[in-house]
């Protein structure tokens, strides 16, 4: 009976915590601070959570692993690694918005890094499986690695997804039963498919199989996506191991050519399949882009207006995954004597260049005329528009956080020498960089 009547106790005092948290996300501020409050964490929690996690939601648009991060934190226990990891982020975050280097020997993100790093590493050395918010752990770290190397222009030299892939393999007691833990898995590959592409390596092939592992989850466009991406990362590693050896056969040159056409292919398709109000609006002309947004980055005379943030950078992540399409079919024409395929390169050079194209004529939807820091949810930033459709009010605080966040994931793959773009554009997305480090993380 004693040890019922502790038990009680311990549970209504865990209940009692996690309604305190989550009052506390609701009581959150609309601006950031020029000083520091002294509760840094509480108040950098905050406004991480309010946001960048607690988003109006958009059933069929999957954001990634960050829209598991809610729920896994609020299960998970004090001592998990995962709470001073994603204060860790928080802290990054709101130093970023409030114009403090995220780098400073005292940052206080940087000492919960520290912490979270070690309490990570001791939760690593024992022998339970990794649960979801060991898993979150994991991904928030790299998530803080990669946001300080962005904000102090620094190389990464933080640990990489082999590691969650291999908590998510070697995990057996507990199964990934729920949604929340099969989305965390989608979340993963997304990450690991990202990094695949960026990096011209194939994708595990247990990572590949994942997807058997999350029957429960309704198969969204996002989803999709992220399993053509798949087929893309190991088509551009087998085209890269095969053009650069001199003496490859030009069947296999040939067989490369083919699947990088079909592949192609299955992208148009699951273009065409997309929800009627997902394919963008194009305008054009100073009464649908004022000239506050044309000066801030507008790179053709026209623009395109998305359902929302997210949906945009889905069409992105498209845009630039046929980018790799098209370059792959390029080199394998570059290898082949013309008699071995009608094929010339002209036509994808073309669709590479229209593909850039759409892909920068997102920017002003995405940043609007944001020069400078100012208020995350700054109201005043002004947007292209649509005759009788006004932006939700939602999309200016979405905007502030993720717009530059996302696109920068999608710019700098155009940057490289490689990709064949017309004079001037890449200096052009390159300023649009900058005008993204200055005022956003």
């Known amino acids: 009976m004693a040890e019922r009547s502790v038990q009680r106790r311990r549970n209504a005092a865990e209940t009692a915590e996690r309604q305190r948290e989550s009052r506390s996300l609701e009581v959150s501020p609309r601006s950031v601070p020029r000083v520091i409050s002294q509760d840094h964490a509480g108040y950098a929690n905050n406004f991480f959570f309010l946001y960048y996690i607690c988003l109006p939601k958009e059933p069929d648009v999957q954001h990634g692993f ?252 498209y845009y630039k995954s046929r980018i790799v399409l098209q370059m792959v079919i390029i080199a394998c024409l570059e290898r082949l004597n013309s008699e071995a395929t009608s094929l010339t390169t002209a036509d994808f050079l073309l669709s590479i260049q229209d593909l850039a194209d759409t892909l920068c004529a997102s920017i002003p939807f995405l940043l609007g005329d944001r020069v400078d820091a100012s208020r995350l949810d700054d109201t005043r930033v002004r947007f292209p528009s649509i005759p009788g459709r006004s932006l939700p009010a939602s999309h200016y605080s979405t905007s502030g956080a993720f717009g530059g966040f996302l696109l920068c994931i999608q710019l700098v793959e155009l940057l490289p020498p490689r990709v064949p773009l017309r004079p001037g554009q890449k200096q052009w997305i390159g300023g649009q960089l900058g005008r993204i480090k200055r005022w956003a993380p």
Request: glycine share 6%; with cysteine.
């Open 66 to 317: 960050m829209e598991c991060l809610y729920p896994i934190w609020m299960r998970s226990d004090a001592s998990s690694p995962l709470r001073p990891i994603v204060t860790a982020v928080a802290g990054v975050m709101l130093d970023a918005w409030s114009q403090i280097k995220p780098d400073l020997p005292n940052s206080l993100s940087r000492a919960h890094y520290g912490q979270g790093v070690e309490a990570l590493r001791r939760r690593l050395q024992g022998t339970d499986d990794a649960g979801d918010d060991i898993i979150m752990a994991a991904l928030m770290l790299v998530m803080y690695e990669n946001l300080t190397s962005f904000l102090t222009g620094q190389r990464n030299r933080g640990p990489h997804m082999t590691g969650t892939t291999a908590m998510i393999e070697s995990r057996r007691q507990q199964p990934f039963a729920d949604e929340v833990s099969q989305r965390l898995i989608l979340g993963a590959r997304n990450q690991v498919v990202g990094r695949a592409i960026s990096s011209a390596e194939s994708v595990p092939t247990v990572v590949s199989n994942w997807s058997e592992r999350t029957t429960g989850i309704p198969t969204t466009p996002y989803f999709k996506l992220d399993s053509l991406k798949i087929e893309v990362a190991n088509l551009q590693a087998d085209a890269l191991r095969l053009t650069q050896i001199p003496e490859t056969p030009d069947g296999e040159i040939v067989a490369i050519l083919n699947w990088a056409t079909e592949l192609d292919e299955q992208f148009s398709i699951w273009s065409a399949s997309l929800p009627p109000d997902w394919p963008p609006t194009r305008v054009s002309g100073p009464e649908r882009i004022p000239q506050s947004v044309r000066e801030a980055g507008l790179y053709q005379d026209y623009c395109d207006i998305y359902r929302s943030v997210f949906v945009a950078n889905t069409f992105n992540s």
